[in-house]
């Protein structure tokens, strides 16, 4: 059965950091792209960005361009975003999913391109 947990999240003060790790179980994650999605309260889900198979493509959303870095490690079946600067605004319950790509080089912003994902871990940016 195709699993995908996140963790990691927590209450970190402005200007902090958090590493999110998303853990695959029943499946590879080295065949999959992996998109990292945030929902803020009141607000619709969003992007924050993507890497691919191969993790040579990563793209982020514009607001954590800089701030934000994903990676993967296959060997251990997980994606992870560190995450720095942090701001008040990142508050959001953060989500990983994932998607059979058409290559090893793409990766997607658009959340109806994965097609499982995680229950999500709760962040919060606050002094």
């Known amino acids: 059965q195709l699993q995908l947990v996140e963790s990691g999240g927590g209450l970190v003060q402005p200007g902090g950091s958090l590493r999110l790790s998303c853990a695959a179980s029943g499946f590879l994650i080295d065949y999959y792209s992996v998109g990292w999605f945030r929902q803020a309260p009141g607000k619709e889900r969003e992007g924050v960005g993507c890497?691919?198979?191969?993790?040579?493509?990563?793209k982020y959303t514009d607001s954590v361009e800089g701030r934000f870095t994903i990676s993967r490690d296959n060997a251990r079946n997980r994606v992870y975003l560190q995450m720095s600067d942090l701001k008040p605004e990142d508050t959001a319950i953060y989500y990983c999913?994932?998607?059979?790509?058409?290559?090893?080089?793409?990766?997607?912003?658009?959340?109806?391109?994965?097609?499982?994902w995680g229950q999500g871990t709760q962040v919060t940016v606050s002094s």
């Open positions: 999913a994932v998607s059979r790509p058409g290559s090893r080089y793409e990766c997607y912003d658009s959340a109806s391109k994965y097609t499982s």
């Open positions: 890497t691919s198979t191969s993790g040579e493509t990563t």
